[in-house]
């Protein structure tokens, strides 16, 4: 029940302290949000349901790939050193199918692409470092990595079953990796305002 409270919270934050709101790549955290927030209630209510299960997963996929658009620049960055770590990616995303395959059943398709999304907003997340400052990336980065832990947890959960204080630890890092998210893109563009007043 705490979830969509968390990302309500983080919803006014954002609002409340981006600098350009009119901004398109803002407004792709606003919808992430948003789509956080939806997939968040509905899964409280989808009990049995498949259709309701469905659409929690459509909108947390949905939701990375807006955060997705908003990391991602044009600025060059090194090939080779993403290799090591998309290989990590791919491998945990491997190992996550394989643990749930017998479990997933019609879901596997969409549970595949959620896993996808996920690979795709942490590379998004990790190419960051060559364009925006530390501060930012490292917040951004570390709340993307806690996001993917409390979604292994999640999807565990979903599709094999309870592990010890599975809810409190899905929570904890879910809630902090989108605080970390949150305010990293915000410190972001604060420190872009003020590079643009010293100049």
């Not at 349901?49 to 600025?75: D, Q, Y």
């Not at 896993?115 to 993307?144: E, I």
Request: charged share 15%; glycine share 4%; aromatic share 20%.
């Amino acid at each position: 029940m705490s979830k969509p409270w968390v990302t309500l919270v983080l919803l006014c934050y954002f609002y409340c302290h981006v600098i350009n709101k009119s901004d398109k790549k803002n407004k792709m955290v606003f919808w992430a949000l948003v789509s956080f927030l939806l997939g968040d209630l509905i899964i409280i209510l989808k009990g049995d349901s498949l259709v309701l299960l469905g659409l929690t997963i459509l909108f947390f996929t949905a939701a990375k790939l807006f955060l997705s658009f908003k990391f991602s620049h044009s600025k060059d960055f090194s090939v080779s050193s993403l290799i090591p770590f998309t290989s990590v990616l791919f491998i945990y995303t491997v190992f996550m199918t394989w643990f749930l395959y017998d479990h997933l059943n019609d879901f596997f398709v969409p549970a595949l692409l959620s896993f996808f999304t996920s690979l795709l907003m942490l590379q998004f997340a990790f190419l960051r470092q060559v364009a925006f400052n530390k501060k930012s990336f490292k917040f951004v980065f570390l709340g993307v990595l806690a996001y993917a832990v409390s979604e292994g947890m999640q999807a565990i959960q979903l599709f094999k079953g309870m592990f010890p204080m599975q809810e409190f630890l899905s929570t904890l890092f879910y809630g902090s990796g989108l605080y970390a998210i949150v305010f990293g893109l915000i410190n972001e563009k604060e420190i872009e305002l003020a590079q643009i007043q010293d100049s």
